[in-house]
């Protein structure tokens, strides 16, 4: 981070991150520390001017503020934006470190999110589901949509490696063995490719 008083100029890396913009590879992150360290951020240069992020657009003190909200659990508020994993998944879904969605509701078992990008990872491999819905079942840790793009990286080589990037019309992701194939991706219908 670099603060330039005199112009009321904050360059705040990649710890803070621009409006609807790319979350980065956060696979190594501490995600509950985050909102803590751009707490502590906006304590400091909250009157900045001009903040600019890692990645993206310039912006003002706002992209503090998002960030904050952007990595911060929400408890018990169905329907906040930018929704991270909250107390209900701390124990049955460690492995789904990213949800971000326009509505974020339950029925039953289901998690349904609208608008929504999910990661799930495994030993080897990250998932990303970009959908305009996603239902997850929190029984069984069943992730579907109908529609989307789906990203699998690699996760076996020093820098993720994206080994997958289609579009399909129906996606089922469900653990199958922790330790030996974690998630299984079964793809019913692949559109195109984005590779």
């Known amino acids: 981070m670099v603060w330039l008083p005199s112009e009321q100029i904050l360059f705040g890396g990649n710890e803070i991150r621009n409006y609807k ?5 956060i696979g190594d992150a501490n995600i509950n520390q985050w909102p803590k360290t751009a707490k502590k951020i906006k304590k400091n240069y909250g009157n900045a001017i001009v903040v600019i992020p890692g990645h993206g657009k310039f912006g003002g003190s ?3 503020d998002y960030t904050i909200d ?18 209900i998944f701390q124990d049955k879904l460690k ?3 990213y949800i971000n969605s326009e509505s974020d509701t339950f029925q039953d078992d289901n998690r349904i999110l609208i608008n929504a990008t999910v990661i ?16 997850i079942n929190t029984s069984n ?6 529609e989307g793009r789906v990203k699998i990286y690699d996760l076996q080589t020093h820098i993720p490696k994206l080994r997958t990037d289609v579009n399909y019309k129906k996606l089922i992701v469900y653990k199958y063995d922790n330790n030996i194939v974690g998630y299984v ?3 019913k219908e692949i559109e195109s490719t984005n590779l």
């Not at 840790?141 to 109908?146: A, D, N």
């Open 21 to 25: 913009g790319w979350v980065g590879n």
């Open 62 to 64: 706002e992209l503090i």
């Open 70 to 87: 952007l990595f911060t659990v929400p408890t018990n508020k169905p329907d906040k934006k930018n929704i991270e994993i909250n107390d």
């Open 95 to 97: 492995s789904v470190f």
């Open 120 to 135: 799930v990872h495994d030993n080897t491999k990250s998932i990303e589901i970009i959908s305009p819905q996603i239902i």
């Open 141 to 146: 840790e069943k992730i579907e949509s109908e």
């Open 185 to 187: 991706v079964v793809l």
